[in-house]
């Protein structure tokens, strides 16, 4: 049998205003339940749906587009990183320890565990003097690259904690104990400074406090954090544009340093994923120099849209509602969501195929299912009036 491309009936559209500042509530859609977003698609029978919800909003939190509830709760997971990574450069760690670009974006990732991600890594380490057995993000499932596990198994090899795809993230919060004079050993426990200052920063880009902040614990160990889906769009708009907060916005204060984050992240974006199969890097090669995507587990991704001529800046939010274990609902999601808001199109949405309908194949390659997205991500206007 061969996968069918018969189009299906499109879902019901919901939306509400977005959330503004402060903790993250709970909201559902008007119907109580997430939209269908994606189908999983045999032959031309559906053997499964995908719920999930889409917002965009521009740096102040205004609604651009929405389909779902802007308000659902998400945990943040690993798209906090690079608002977290505020406080290394704050502090002036890219100076202190003279950080290259590609050092900084691999800082802000959730990388594949690649050798060009260790040696990157590696070399942050010998320059700071400290060694890297102090990470402590574990080394479970990793690396994530299919081929540089495969290479390791085949060789005896046991990954370390550097190949973790949060390890760049922990040598960030390292190199600020570092500088601080703080320990290093307890890096990671939520009563450190450094844990004090992560939040700190982390408060600030989402405009909130730190005592407001609803934590939970990562898989890597450290501390999440829970927001609305609209304010973590929010925060991908100011990370997109980050000269462009109104003046007074207290996020005025970390807009060099968000600059500076997003311009390593532009320019390397194979250290932000991977060089294989990362839909985030692929995303931002097929888009140079307009997008900054991260996913983040539990199929959640924020998308920061740098603004052209042609239109201002703005942050997209996307959950998957059941977690997506294979990816395919929240790769079909991303793709088709920014296809609507105009950024993809003839050459650069040919790129992302693969991710547009992900396919699943036979032993013989053959394509016998797909996943396909067919969603309205309708503007605010006709929503709310």
């Known amino acids: 049998m061969t996968a069918s491309r018969a189009r299906v009936s499109h879902p019901a559209v919901s939306g509400r205003p977005a959330a503004r500042n402060g903790a993250a509530r709970t909201g559902s859609t008007r119907n109580g339940a997430a939209p269908v977003l994606v189908r999983q698609i045999r032959n031309g029978i559906v053997e499964s749906v995908h719920r999930g919800d889409v917002v965009e909003v521009d740096v102040t939190g205004r609604l651009i ?8 709760v998400v ?5 906090v990183k690079p608002f977290g990574l505020l406080a290394l450069v704050e ?7 003279d950080l290259s670009p590609a050092e900084l974006a691999i800082m802000a990732s959730s990388h594949s565990g690649e050798d060009i991600h260790v040696r990157t890594l590696q070399a ?10 102090v990470l402590a993000c574990g080394n479970e499932g990793m690396p994530l690259d299919a081929l540089t596990a495969a290479r390791l198994a085949r060789d005896g090899e046991r990954a370390g904690p550097i190949r973790h795809m949060c390890s760049g993230q922990h040598s960030s919060m390292i190199l600020l104990a570092r500088l601080n004079n703080w320990s290093l050993e307890d890096y990671w426990q939520p009563e450190h400074p450094g844990q004090a200052a992560y939040r700190a920063v982390v408060a600030a880009a989402f405009r909130t ?5 609803v934590r939970a614990i990562d898989g890597c160990g450290i501390e999440t954090y829970a927001f609305s889906l609209a304010e973590v769009a929010r925060a991908y708009a100011f990370l997109a544009d980050p000269a462009s907060v109104p003046v007074g916005d207290p996020r005025a204060r970390l807009a060099a340093s968000m600059t500076r984050i997003r311009d390593a992240m ?3 974006p194979e250290m932000v994923a991977g060089t294989r199969e990362r839909l985030d890097t692929s995303l931002m090669k097929a888009l140079p120099g307009r997008v900054v995507s991260k996913g983040g587990m539990e199929a959640l991704r924020g998308v920061a849209i740098v603004g052209s001529d042609r239109r201002t800046s703005s942050g997209m939010a996307l959950k998957i509602e059941d977690g997506d274990g294979r990816q395919r609902a929240a790769w079909a999601t991303t793709v088709e969501a920014l296809r609507q808001a105009g950024l993809l199109e003839g050459v650069s949405l040919r ?8 396919a699943s194949l036979d032993p013989h390659g053959r394509v016998v299912a797909e996943a396909i997205a067919e969603f309205e991500l309708v503007p605010v206007g006709e929503l709310i009036g």
């Open 65 to 72: 587009r929405s389909i779902g509830n802007p308000d659902r």
């Open 266 to 268: 532009l320019a390397y």
């Open 351 to 358: 790129e992302l195929a693969r991710y547009r309908r992900p």
């Open 91 to 97: 502090a002036g760690g890219i100076d202190a320890f």
């Open 75 to 79: 945990s943040l997971r690993s798209c």
């Open 209 to 213: 406090a730190p005592d407001r902040l």
């Open 124 to 133: 942050v380490y010998r320059r700071a003097n400290v060694s890297q057995t």
